[in-house]
């Protein structure tokens, strides 16, 4: 389970969090949307000790990412693609991450055979796709077999195909008792796939609940966004 409270991020003089509070509890997936520079990736970021908080907590069952004792056993994370070297091979990323954590060899081949890139495992990085990048990122998330999965935009780039199956894969962790917190622009996206939804904008949290809660009172989905994220001064 994941638990931010009261969480607040500063650069400079600038607050890119106000205060913010969220969960995401295990066996459900919990869908995190708002618009572009609403505070989404900084919020991850924060969660997953890359940036530091400047107040409040975010927390794993209670503890800090960074005070995690087997954080790739706990948490997989997919930030910004795949974030492999160019000229290594999807395989070789692999067996590069697993070596540095501890993780056996054979997992390498369990993982690239469950996001479909056995084939393409030789090849190297520059040479894929976005999907596949995709992939390949999602991939070293699942190396250590985590409770959690932390996924930014994990659908960009993914062909139809691609989306549901990165959608049967997050039902799947979640039916299996997984926690997954999922980001995404739109909230329509989300309703294939999230129990629960968090809705950010400005930094702020505007709304939380069940996908029926969260759209409650709003002609659809794509209303319900628009009227939840508006600009403060325009927010009804
Ligand atoms: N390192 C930084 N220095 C200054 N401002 C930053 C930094 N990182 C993010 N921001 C600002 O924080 C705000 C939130 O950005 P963030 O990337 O978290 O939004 P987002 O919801 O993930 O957006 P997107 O959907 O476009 O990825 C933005 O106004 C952004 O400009």
Redesign the pocket.
Known sequence: MITIENMTKR??S?T?LHDISLKALAGRVTGFV??????????LRCLLGLDRIDSGSALFDGRPYRELRHPLRTVGAVLDGAGAHPSSTGRGHLRWVAAGTGLPRRRVDEVLELVGLTEAAGRRVRTYSLGMGQRLGLAAALLGDPEVLVL??PVNGLDPGGIRWMRDLMRSRARAGGTVLV?S?VLAELAEVADDVVV?AE?RIRAAGTLTEVARGHADLEEAFFSLTAPAGRAS
């Open positions: 650069h400079g600038r890119v708002g618009p572009n520079g609403a505070g989404k990736s900084s919020t930014d935009e980001s622009h950010i930094g």
